[in-house]
């Protein structure tokens, strides 16, 4: 795994400048526009055989509606793998609300106790959050993966797929995400200091560097043992062959 690549790469292409103003224009538009930077991402990490940074596409509106198709998939898996998230976190939230109120009610005027309820339950409530994300983390990649190659959402969802690719790469999955994390708070801080507006361009590098470790631990996949993922002919800019008569 190269992390620092999945930065600096973006900058070997001979329009990098005009790709992260675009790019950072079209993050603009509400929701639409960071799965159209997805789609884009998508067409030059798995739409072409040539895997140079330095022919990586560049950015065109002109593409607009092929992005945005080719974004979606990935876009509404990851979409229902945090709502399902929810699901689980908001009544646990609630369950563990109910006995930490009853500990406080019976603790009654005692200063003591309810100073302790009023630490353990903030702390055991950011434990489960972390746990939750961690957890929605490894999940989203594969099936990220999946939805992106396949171009489709429904089989994106293929469990003996999900439990063979965590079963291999689950390590280089847990510190990509930490990468990608601490990448996102110093370039949206930074970028921040350009009076904010930057933080708008600052997003292209981070899906950028996103896309770039999904794509290594694919390969990484592969190179353990894991079975192929079929491409989408979706993904192709060419026209399907024609079978010889």
Not at 88 to 113: K, Q
Not at 125 to 132: D, G, K, Q, T
Request: some cysteine.
């Amino acid at each position: 795994m190269n992390y620092i690549a999945s930065i600096t790469d973006f900058f070997k292409s001979p329009k990098w400048m005009m790709n992260l103003l675009l790019g950072g224009v079209c993050v603009l538009i509400p929701l639409i526009g960071p799965i159209v930077v997805l789609g884009w991402l998508i067409t030059g990490f798995w739409g072409r055989q040539d895997e140079s940074f330095e022919t990586f596409p560049d950015f065109d509106f002109s593409n607009f509606g092929k992005y945005l198709e080719r974004g979606l998939w990935p876009f509404l898996v990851l979409f229902a793998v945090s709502m399902a998230g929810s699901v689980v976190i908001v009544p646990v939230i609630w369950i563990m609300m109910i006995p930490m109120m009853l500990i406080g009610a019976a603790s009654g005027g005692e200063r003591e106790a309810g100073a302790c309820v009023a630490i353990i339950f903030p702390l055991l409530m950011a434990v489960i959050c972390i746990l939750v994300a961690i957890v929605l983390l490894m999940l989203m990649v594969p099936l990220k993966i999946r939805a992106t190659i396949l171009q489709d959402f429904g089989k994106a969802f293929d469990f003996g797929f999900l439990k063979r690719f965590l079963a291999l790469t689950w390590k280089e999955i847990l510190v990509s995400s930490l990468f990608i994390f601490a990448a996102s708070v110093i370039l949206t801080l930074g970028g921040m200091l350009v009076f904010c507006v930057g933080m708008y361009f600052a997003s292209v590098l981070i899906y950028f560097s996103w896309t770039h470790l999904n794509k290594q631990l694919y390969r990484l996949y592969l190179s353990r043992g894991g079975a192929v993922i079929p491409l989408s002919p979706k993904l192709s800019d060419l026209p399907p062959a024609v079978p010889p008569v």
